[in-house]
């Protein structure tokens, strides 16, 4: 095993997280309502194997021995989402008692080991009855999240400071809205684009609120940038197909939460889709409400080049038809993710650019296939050596000038991995999903290594070769 040695400022924040719907379980306990994961996972074809989140990792009734392993781990922070239709089964109205029950013993479970709470309010688990309401493409859902959000803050806040409003609604619109991936699954260039928007007032509605019902709190939002790069001999074509692309994964968010605009371009791009009338006077003053810190979730870059002539150019993301995505570059992970340091560090540079704030990365981590070996450890070498070259790219960074404030490793535990099921595994701690049983992985105990050396003012010593 190589040696990682590089060091991190003090107060360096070291954690780990996991989303609702992906480790909870529980699905019809205690009140909890639908949510269109439920119902998108039921529908045939949808999820590999036919996979559901009915019982994921059993999170729900295993708490205690899930923050045992984060102290074990010596986690700083967990950063965990709540499920919106276990406090508000139908959406809105009364909320759910045993839901605020179960996400209460947990914060204090967490507190009570040392470790800090970190909250995201929504990771992608919408209730299933405000879909019905229109969900995303609704304009009411500002006012529906926010009412959500403060249920939440008044239950929480006086135990929890950080709160995210949204995960990746990158996700949440383009890949559910548009592509179709995703929970509800349609496949609408223009939805993607209204879902976004309004994700994004949903965001900035709720940030005041939530800054009013949690003293001292400190907000955020947590986006997927991801570095588009075009072919090495690209021409004007390419560079065209680069600032689309580049404009939907990224700039659709950037442009309007920390510039009050969509990017450059963009509203002419997607003109034959829409007169863009659901942006309304004084939406996008409210999306750029000022935030503390800017969550980011980066994997893998992406590249993309224009079609040629004669070729089938359509593309489901809005004001990208022409636009074609290339194979990734190896090494590849088990997703056949491209891994690449260097766009994880470019990309933590222009998240700090764009945002002008303290930068969290609230995921990152590699799927491989993982197995217990016969000695009851798993060995996973890859995702080890993923864990340092991307935390090498993280002290760049910070060499660079870029305020990184924490690493939250994706994921704690091996779970529901959305539309792959059960079939991929990103966690450091192996789960079997049949008996529950929990294994640290070598990479989670490098991990505590790491951790341990910062926590001691030190580097890293060598690891015991396995």
């Known amino acids: 095993m190589e040696t990682f040695d590089r060091t991190f400022p003090d107060g360096f924040l070291w954690g780990a997280a996991t989303a609702s719907y992906q480790i909870e379980g529980a699905t019809t306990e205690d009140g909890r309502g639908r949510s269109?994961?439920?119902?998108?996972?039921?529908?045939?074809?949808?999820?590999?194997?036919?996979?559901?989140?009915?019982?994921?990792?059993?999170?729900?009734?295993?708490?205690p021995e899930d923050v045992a392993l984060m102290r074990d781990l010596g986690l700083d922070a967990y950063r965990f989402s709540i499920a919106w239709p276990r406090i508000l089964p139908d959406g809105t109205g009364t909320p759910n008692p045993a839901g605020l029950a179960f996400y209460d013993r947990l914060v204090d479970e967490l507190r009570g080991a040392g470790i800090r709470p970190v909250v995201t309010l929504y990771h992608w688990d919408l209730p299933q009855a405000l879909d019905d309401r229109g969900g995303w493409l609704s304009r009411d859902v500002?006012?529906?999240?926010?009412?959500?959000?403060?249920?939440?803050?008044?239950?929480?806040?006086?135990?929890?400071?950080?709160?995210?409003?949204?995960?990746?609604?990158?996700?949440?619109?383009?890949?559910?809205?548009?592509?179709?991936?995703h929970a509800p699954g349609h496949e609408d260039p223009l939805e993607g684009l209204v879902a976004a928007h309004h994700l994004m007032l949903a965001h900035g509605t709720a940030v005041p609120v939530i800054r009013d019902r949690c003293a001292g709190a400190e907000v955020s939002i947590t986006l997927n940038p991801t570095?588009?790069?075009?072919?090495?001999?690209?021409?004007?074509?390419?560079?065209?197909?680069?600032?689309?692309a580049d404009n939907v994964f990224n700039g659709l968010f950037f442009g309007p939460i920390f510039h009050g605009a969509y990017p450059d371009g963009m509203l002419d791009d997607t003109a034959h889709l829409t007169d863009h009338a659901f942006i309304r006077d004084g939406d996008l003053a409210t999306i750029s409400a000022p935030l503390d810190t800017l969550g980011v979730n980066n994997y893998f870059p992406t590249r993309v080049r224009a079609a040629r002539d004669g070729e089938d150019g359509r593309n489901p993301m809005p004001g990208c038809d022409g636009v074609?995505?290339?194979?990734?570059?190896?090494?590849?992970?088990?997703?056949?993710?491209?891994?690449?340091?260097?766009?994880?560090?470019?990309?933590?540079?222009?998240?700090?650019?764009?945002?002008?704030?303290?930068?969290?990365?609230?995921?990152?981590?590699?799927?491989?296939d993982d197995t217990v070996s016969d000695d009851g450890r798993v060995h996973d070498p890859e995702r080890v050596a993923y864990l340092h070259d991307h935390l090498g790219a993280v002290a760049d960074a910070i060499d660079h000038g870029?305020?990184?404030?924490?690493?939250?490793?994706?994921?704690?535990?091996?779970?529901?991995?959305?539309?792959?099921?059960?079939g991929k595994r990103f966690g450091i701690v192996h789960v079997d999903y049949d008996t529950q049983v929990r294994t640290v992985k070598d990479s989670g105990l490098e991990y505590a290594r790491i951790i341990a050396a910062h926590r001691a003012g030190r580097a890293p010593e060598p690891a015991a070769r396995s």
């Open 324 to 368: 074609v995505e290339t194979a990734p570059r190896p090494p590849l992970t088990a997703m056949g993710w491209e891994q690449s340091p260097e766009s994880h560090r470019l990309i933590l540079e222009r998240s700090a650019r764009e945002s002008g704030l303290p930068l969290y990365i609230t995921e990152n981590g590699s799927a491989w």
């Open 402 to 422: 870029v305020d990184v404030r924490g690493y939250f490793a994706w994921s704690l535990l091996d779970n529901f991995e959305w539309a792959y099921g059960y």
């Open 227 to 244: 570095q588009v790069w075009g072919p090495d001999d690209g021409d004007e074509l390419d560079a065209d197909a680069v600032r689309r």
């Open 142 to 181: 500002a006012g529906w999240f926010t009412d959500y959000a403060a249920v939440v803050v008044d239950a929480l806040g006086d135990r929890v400071t950080h709160w995210t409003t949204l995960n990746e609604p990158w996700c949440s619109s383009v890949l559910s809205y548009s592509i179709g991936a």
């Open 36 to 63: 269109i994961w439920d119902t998108f996972s039921a529908v045939p074809g949808k999820v590999a194997g036919g996979d559901t989140g009915e019982v994921a990792c059993d999170h729900y009734h295993r708490v």
